[in-house]
């Protein structure tokens, strides 16, 4: 398969989930596997990286309140993206344990990754299934499966360490959820005096769950050296059944107006250090 153009495959997955695990080290040759950082129980383990943590906007803030877990998911990328540099990896890609194995397979059969990766540009191959190419660069949606070259590994490096393109910029965060009534717009509208108070000027700092960041880093506001160009080929499915362990409570996108406003008023809205 892939392996003999330079193709590293990552598999992501927490330490306890041999299950899980099994079908992706059976089916694929010299498969890497990464067992994620846990974040359940120490949301601070983002210090150990020398980053910090500053969610800059209201449904941000809500996302990591809720969810320790999505930093254990950012710094479990950040780790694959910094070991593609350190070794000099041309192309790779990454996975996490709910992605469909066979789906997986199928796409390592074929040259799929290599025609969109084989460029000098900075590039991203999103290969899911729940990220639809007119959504981009909003709702870049799940991390579960997709590819990168080198370059694009050093963008994401950067963009975390040094995010200030973004200062003064719109940042669009919400699609227009069910439960919100007034839809995305009104929503920004509503939040407007909040958003004017963006600060991206801070370095080393996680800001963003990990696909809504890598959405980002498409924006034209960033220099060319510092742009993702992404791609979409939706080839590769969850499997079914699988619980995240993220999860506490409603998530962000199935509150309604009126939860988003309370939430503030939450123990555990902004746990971290600021």
Known sequence: MGSEKNLSVFLISLKEKTDLQKPFVDNIKNLNLIHGVDARENGFV??????????????????????????????????IWKKILLENIKFALILEDDANVNDVCDVLDEDIIFNKLDTNKPTLLQLNKRTPIEQLPWWFDGTESYAINKSAAQVLLNNTHDFSALQNKFIEYAWTWPDLKRGAYGLFKKYANYDQKLDFTKKNT?????????GYCSLPYNC?????????????????????????????????EAEIDEFENDDNYMWWDL
């Not at 996680?206 to 890598?214: L, P």
């Not at 993702?228 to 309604?256: A, C, F, T, Y």
Request: with cysteine; aromatic share 10%; glycine share 6%.
């Open 206 to 214: 996680i800001r963003y769950a990990i696909d809504k960041f890598i």
């Open 46 to 79: 983002y210090k150990e990286f020398g980053l910090k943590l500053d969610p800059p906007d209201k449904i941000a803030k809500i996302e990591f309140s809720k969810n320790k877990g999505q930093i254990g998911c950012y710094l479990s990328h950040y780790t």
């Open 224 to 256: 060319l050296e510092n742009r993702l160009e992404i791609h979409v080929d939706n080839k590769i499915s969850l499997i079914e059944n699988n619980l995240s362990e993220i999860k506490r409570g409603k998530q962000v996108w199935e509150m309604n």
